[in-house]
């Protein structure tokens, strides 16, 4: 079993193939977590090799978690990083990214399945004092309840609303 304790949202996606099994992890950057700001030109870049053994993932996914929580630092920089450093590099002044570490996993046998792992719900809202109906549903606002998300926007645009209201945890 993986343990990894995030602060940012991961994005699986694991599709079955009829070639060898082998991972790959991007980052979807789409905010500027210490401007507070979306960027103006979202990106998704590679994040180190193919993975072909499967023991290597946790350390991949790692690796990106503390790229994402470091965004001033290249990225080659988190390649060689054991975990231990890795965990250490991931305790930021940012607390939570709402940038996105995605895994695609392709190989034999594998269940056509996507889902999105977002942070522990105790630890954002309390320690970060999010709203859980914003990262959820980021256009909910408390005047207008019937907006939805849109087909097309990027998953970042799901997790964009802080709140400091002690209502909103309610």
């Known amino acids: 079993m993986i ?6 949202p991961m994005e699986c996606s694991i599709t079955s193939s ?14 500027d977590d210490r401007q507070g700001q979306p960027l103006p030109r979202p990106e998704k870049v590679a994040f180190g090799p193919a993975i072909t053994d499967k023991a ?23 390649f060689n990083k054991t975990a231990t450093e ?36 105790q630890s954002i809202l309390f320690n970060h004092k999010l709203s859980l109906t914003s990262l959820i549903c980021p256009r909910l606002d408390s ?16 997790i964009h609303q802080y709140t400091t209201s002690s209502d909103s945890l309610r």
């Open 3 to 8: 343990d990894t304790t995030h602060s940012c």
């Open 56 to 78: 290597d993932v946790e350390i991949w996914l790692r690796r990106a978690q503390a790229a994402i929580m470091n965004p001033d630092i290249p990225l080659e920089t988190f």
């Open 86 to 121: 890795c965990r250490d590099m991931a305790r930021t002044d940012i607390g939570f990214s709402k940038n996105v570490v995605c895994i695609d996993i392709r190989g034999p046998g594998e269940t056509d399945l996507s889902f999105v792992d977002l942070p522990g719900e």
């Open 18 to 31: 009829a070639d060898p099994w082998f991972c790959t992890v991007s980052l979807r950057r789409v905010y």
């Open 143 to 158: 005047k207008q309840h019937t907006e939805r998300h849109q087909p097309g926007e990027g998953f970042g645009s799901i």
